[in-house]
């Protein structure tokens, strides 16, 4: 599938939504500083100097951590942010390494395009129709209490529960 990896400077990985936290991970940036960088980050082609991350979002922020230049580097065949972020969905619907509220915002980022649909999406991460709809529980929250909830670092657990107590914002 892939070639050889290449060495890229990582001013030129340009992310999209990572639908994670640039969060410090002291025990991958430790095995990076002792070992090197044993899986190579994912990168697509966008134009002659530019690529986009497609998977290696932690590695990346622990090589930025480090003082890291240069990562080793795959090339994918360049393709869509929603194409890279249902090949996202796919993984993390299988590894569950992220949380419920980041799954969440996966889906509502491809639901936002009228291009897909629960049935399409399930379809093409291979889990069912009631599998996307239980990380749409909070899709009607109102959106000002989400962000409120992310600004003062809440989070979104308890704006779902309120909003299905159909209580009024004050």
């Known amino acids: 599938m892939f070639e050889q990896p290449r060495e890229i400077e990582l001013s030129q990985i340009r992310l999209e939504t990572s639908f994670r936290k640039n969060e410090k991970d002291l025990s ?10 044993i899986a190579p980050l994912i990168v697509q082609l966008e134009s002659e100097d530019t690529y986009v991350l497609v998977e290696g ?8 951590f480090l003082g890291k230049k240069y990562a080793d580097c795959f090339i994918e065949n360049y393709t869509s942010e929603e194409d890279r972020i ?17 799954l969440e915002e996966m889906i509502n980022r491809l639901l936002e395009n009228e291009l897909y649909d629960v049935k399409l999406l399930a379809s093409l991460c291979n889990v069912t129709e009631k599998t996307i709809a239980k990380y749409r529980k ?5 959106p000002d209490w989400i962000r409120r909830g992310r600004k003062t670092g ?5 704006f779902t529960i309120i909003h299905k107590l159909n209580v009024s914002e004050k």
């Open 57 to 64: 979002y932690r590695r990346f922020y622990a090589l930025q």
């Open 28 to 37: 991958l940036e430790m095995d990076i500083s002792r070992n090197g960088l």
């Open 138 to 142: 909070g899709s009607d929250v109102n």
């Open 86 to 102: 249902i090949k996202r969905l796919r993984i993390e619907f299988q590894t569950k390494k992220r949380t419920a509220y980041q």
């Open 154 to 158: 809440a989070g979104r657990h308890g």
